[in-house]
């Protein structure tokens, strides 16, 4: 073996080591998420993270693009060197059976993923459904959506919680993967701190237009990736042909949004249902396009898309996992 080859080879085994690291966090992580859910609001850091950058606001706050740069750029770089503070503390600490990275990784993972909770929040509204209760579904909508759900029947909130289930399976549990994968406990967490700034301040309106704009597109540029991984890996899931999961993007073209409607677009296709169309905010309403060729969503349809989001989160797994150790069965192919 030459010299050359002896160097490219010792590159690369920190980097095989770190990925391996973070594929058993990941495994862990969502393992944790699945039996325990998310922890409390009181002592959750994002919640605690959100009350800070809350009175960062309070101080920062302009009608203007720049002071929205530093708001968002305070909130990911704090969030990234805690990241970093306690991978270099665990690892200084970790043992051959737990190593550092395995630790930091698989805490922040866990921090950032959110897909018990989401599962149970929609699986809550299908059993107000279910029993005929529409005020109850009314009611539990808003922990779900941001739309106004007086205006909604029972098919309009059922596509509402499909929805929510799809761009939240981004958001909340492919995505935090993704950036666990790429980055470790710094990159999950300024990818859960970019995401949060996205919920709090990335609203067209007269207060955040400005304020609120970096927040919006670095939040668009982060989930741009995950949002396409999502996709295939629901066409892996349900078998997808390949012109049925064309015919859907191309659909989500037109979408507000680059990447929920991508998410809307897959599970619409892998449902056989029909999402899209209007959306009614309490400030405003949105006409956004038909996704899917299917029929309208019923009640059952919700349980049916909180399955097909935990499959997806294991199968994002089990390919980060595939990646870590060179197999070759993880292809998206």
Do not use: K
């Amino acid at each position: 073996m030459t010299a050359v080859a002896l160097g490219a080879g010792r590159r690369r085994a920190p980097v095989a080591q770190a990925l391996g690291q973070r594929a058993a966090a990941l495994t862990l992580a969502l393992a944790v998420d699945r039996i325990v859910g998310e922890p409390p609001d009181a002592v959750h850091p994002v919640a605690i993270f959100g009350d800070v950058m809350e009175r960062v606001e309070d101080r920062l706050w302009a009608d203007s693009r720049a002071a929205g740069i530093l708001y968002t750029t305070v909130g990911v770089a704090a969030s990234a060197a805690a990241g970093v503070l306690v991978t270099r503390f665990l690892r200084a600490r970790g043992s051959s059976r737990w190593p550092g990275e395995v630790l930091s990784a698989g805490a922040a993972s866990y921090i950032a993923i959110a897909g018990r909770d989401l599962g149970r929040r929609a699986l809550a509204v299908r059993g107000a459904l279910g029993a005929g209760d529409l005020e109850q579904a009314r009611g539990l909508l808003p922990a779900l959506v941001g739309r106004d759900p007086s205006v909604l029947d029972g098919e309009g909130i059922c596509r509402a919680v499909i929805e929510s289930v799809a761009e939240n399976t981004v958001d909340a549990v492919v995505a935090p993967i993704f950036w666990a994968m790429v980055g470790g406990a710094p990159g999950v967490l300024a990818y859960r701190a970019v995401n949060t700034l996205d919920a709090m301040v990335g609203y067209r309106n007269q207060r955040y237009d400005r304020f609120g704009w970096a927040s919006a597109r670095l939040d668009d540029v982060l989930n741009y990736i995950p949002a396409r991984w999502t996709a295939l890996l629901v066409r892996r899931s349900v078998r997808w042909e390949g012109t049925e999961i064309a015919d859907a993007l191309r659909q989500a073209r037109s979408h507000p949004s680059p990447n929920a409607g991508v998410a809307e677009a897959a599970w619409a296709g892998a449902l056989g249902v029909r999402l899209g169309g209007r959306t009614v905010y309490p400030d405003r309403t949105e006409d956004r396009p038909e996704l899917g060729r299917g029929r309208a969503p019923e009640p059952a349809d919700i349980e049916r898309a909180v399955r097909l989001s935990e499959t997806v989160a294991r199968a994002a797994v089990a390919q980060c996992v595939g990646v870590a150790g060179g197999g070759r069965w993880w292809s998206l192919r």
